[in-house]
């Protein structure tokens, strides 16, 4: 049976470091003199009661967490931290409707980055950085996180973080998760920062600075301006930004190992980050040669909004700082491919990952191969390492089950009203965290308010899934997930 009392101690736990990021947001408010310092000290009180009262069910429990009890936590803890992070806009009236105000926060954690904000300039500032706090502290994940400072916390910690994190192959750096989650979180706050200091030095004033620096580097989107090109503006700005997305799209433990132990040999052999920088490589050029020898646009331009672009498709950012509505048609092809496919496992995109897309790629030659040598032994093969049978039949159950969750999604958009376009990109969005704005064109005009309410919790659930790679969340509604035995 689930052990509830040592779920509820650990959700507890969480809801209180909740309620102390919630008091970042105080400073800000206080530090602009606006109004939404109420809001959030209310929301504190309320994360922090409601935290309390878990850890105090949970008091007698034990620390044996089974697979069956990380599975729960990590899925109640995504959706709890959406309940009570939502409690700032709806307290302080600037997100009236549950509905939209739940979109709104589940979009952030999930670094999905859909919004029915239609103005964000119009929210204050604590409320802004709000919003990039709730995508920054997703971006590797919300347990993962608490493992890095708590790691005491409530034992089983190497079953929560394999319930938590993205892609089918774990490579672990040091036998302690903690100090694992430590050395990634040090890479990820460097790079945070980095991002920072770039962004000001080429004129960003730092507020817009710190908020984009976090929302780029967990490739989720928010932003403080409703268009983009305000914020980048120039040439160097667009190239920074490019820069901190592809480098938030490589997988962490690769970084770890190429920067601070030196083992650049690794992330040149690595079989996924050369397939991530092809892609990134061929789409950049096949798109520039699109707009160059279509729409007119001189040599630079042309290389600089498709690197731009192709990155924050690819590594789910879903920045816009050019309405590609008006792009030649083959390049939503190419984008909306790349949006499907993701970077890197184990980095802050979503997607179906890179190292799936070889995995699945080299299942398909071996088949063909397989027809002409019915006796030949044919490994998959991921940086010289043979992938067991087990990870590639669950590899074609993911597959099949992100396909067909994409086709029911679009179904239900249809049924809803909504034209075959936006289906397509509300399906791809949710399922691959990007979201992209809704539009007749695929450009930033229209937001995601205009769904019918039941739609949009659709979708919440559908972002969930999305970042916790869907058979984590699908198995609690199964039957055998609640037997005894």
Same mark, same amino acid.
């Given at each position: ?7 509820? @101690? ?10 102390? =990021? ?31 009262? =878990? =850890? ?23 959706? %709890? ?8 806009? +709806? ?31 119009? =929210? ?30 409530? *034992? ?5 973080? #394999?319930?938590? !994190?993205?892609?089918?192959? /774990? ?9 694992? #989650? ?11 920062? !980095? ?8 004129? *960003? ?42 480098? #938030? ?12 132990? /030196? ?9 996924? $980050? @050369? ?18 020898? /279509? ?10 909004? #498709? ?23 083959? &390049? ?9 496919? *993701? ?21 398909? /030659? ?26 590639? &039949?669950?590899? +074609?159950?993911? $597959? ?16 809803? *009203? ?8 509300? %399906? ?54 609640? @037997?005894?035995?």
């Amino acid at each position: 049976m689930v052990n509830f009392g040592l779920v509820s @101690k650990i959700i507890g736990q969480l809801l209180c470091l909740e309620s102390f =990021l919630m008091s970042w947001c105080v400073i800000m408010s206080y530090c602009y003199q606006e109004d939404d310092s109420i809001a959030f000290l209310i929301s504190m009180i309320f994360t922090l009661c409601g935290g309390l009262c =878990l =850890l105090y069910f949970g008091r007698n429990a034990d620390n044996n967490m089974s697979r069956r009890d990380s599975y729960l936590v990590v899925t109640a803890t995504w959706v %709890a931290f959406s309940i009570f992070g939502m409690l700032p806009y +709806m307290i302080g009236g600037y997100i009236d409707n549950l509905t939209d105000a739940y979109f709104e926060t589940m979009s952030g954690f999930t670094t999905t980055g859909a919004s029915i904000v239609i103005r964000v300039e119009d =929210l204050p500032h604590g409320i802004l950085f709000w919003r990039s706090l709730s995508q920054w502290i997703g971006g590797l994940g919300i347990v993962f996180f608490t493992i890095a400072i708590l790691p005491s916390m409530g *034992g089983g910690s190497v079953r929560v973080f #394999a319930a938590e !994190a993205t892609g089918p192959i /774990r490579t672990k750096m040091h036998p302690k998760l903690s100090t694992n #989650a430590k050395w990634i979180w040090s890479i990820y706050l460097g790079l945070t920062l !980095a991002c920072i200091l770039v962004f000001w030095a080429f004129g *960003g004033s730092w507020f817009d600075s710190i908020n984009y620096a976090m929302t780029t580097t967990a490739t989720g989107g928010f932003s403080t301006h409703s268009d983009n090109s305000v914020f980048f503006s120039t040439p160097a700005m667009e190239y920074s930004s490019a820069l901190f997305q592809f480098l #938030a799209g490589i997988n962490f433990t690769l970084l770890y190992l190429t920067l601070f132990k /030196r083992r650049f040999r690794d992330l040149f052999t690595n079989s996924e $980050f @050369k397939l991530y920088v092809g892609i990134v490589i061929v789409a950049t050029i096949w798109i520039a040669y699109l707009l160059i020898s /279509r729409m007119g646009y001189g040599l630079e331009h042309g290389l600089r909004e #498709a690197l731009f672009h192709v990155v924050s498709f690819v590594t789910t950012t879903g920045m816009f700082n050019e309405d590609t509505g008006f792009w030649p048609p083959f &390049t939503w092809i190419i984008l909306g491919s790349l949006m499907f496919l *993701g970077a890197s496992a184990g980095s802050t995109s979503g997607g179906f990952k890179c190292v799936r897309g070889l995995m699945l790629i080299q299942v398909l /030659r071996n088949e063909f191969r397989r027809i002409l040598h019915p006796n030949a032994v044919l490994p998959v093969m991921v940086n010289g390492q043979p992938i067991p049978q087990s990870k590639i &039949t669950t590899l +074609m159950v993911f $597959f099949a089950i992100y396909v067909f969750s994409c086709f029911i999604c679009v179904i239900i958009m249809l049924v809803a *009203g909504v034209d075959n376009h936006n289906s397509i990109i509300i %399906a791809l969005s949710c399922l691959s965290n990007v979201g992209l704005p809704l539009d007749s064109h695929m450009g930033p005009v229209m937001t995601w308010g205009v769904l019918p309410d039941y739609v949009k919790w659709i979708c919440t659930f559908l972002m969930l899934v999305g970042r916790l790679e869907i058979i984590s969340v699908l198995v609690l509604f199964t039957r055998s997930y609640w @037997k005894e035995n």
